[in-house]
């Protein structure tokens, strides 16, 4: 099992940045792939970013790339989305996941953070 934590969300007016936290523990070694998802109210969670937990590549839903960037420290076993120029659109619960595969289903879930932007 692997246990994840999220941290940093809260309350950013338009065009700020946050930064949130994924902290890892339990059987990390099995982790292959980090992502970030988000569920706004009354919407479906939709992916929002991943990495892989080895070599580092990236991948991002569109309405974020060049605006958020998701990166990991293996030493800490602590994944980040660096979030920078919010905007409103981007108010939800944010969901950092893990799968021990490089693609399918994510296996293990953070229990969310909150971010809101506020116009």
């Known amino acids: 099992q692997v246990q994840l934590v999220e941290s940093g969300g809260g309350l950013v007016q338009a065009g700020g940045s946050l930064r949130l936290s994924c902290a890892a523990s339990?059987?990390?070694?099995?982790?292959?792939?980090m992502g970030w998802f988000r569920q706004a109210p009354g919407k479906e969670r939709e992916f929002v970013a991943r990495?892989?937990?080895?070599?580092?590549?990236?991948n991002y839903v569109d309405s974020v790339k060049g605006r958020f960037t998701i990166s990991r420290d293996n030493a800490k076993n602590t994944g980040y989305l660096q979030m920078n120029n919010l905007k409103p659109e981007d108010t939800a619960v944010y969901y950092c996941a893990a799968r021990s595969a490089v693609y399918g289903d994510y296996n293990y879930w953070g229990q969310g953070t909150q971010v809101t932007v506020s116009s």
């Open positions: 990495i892989i937990w080895g070599g580092g590549s990236t």
């Open positions: 339990g059987r990390t070694f099995s982790m292959r792939t």
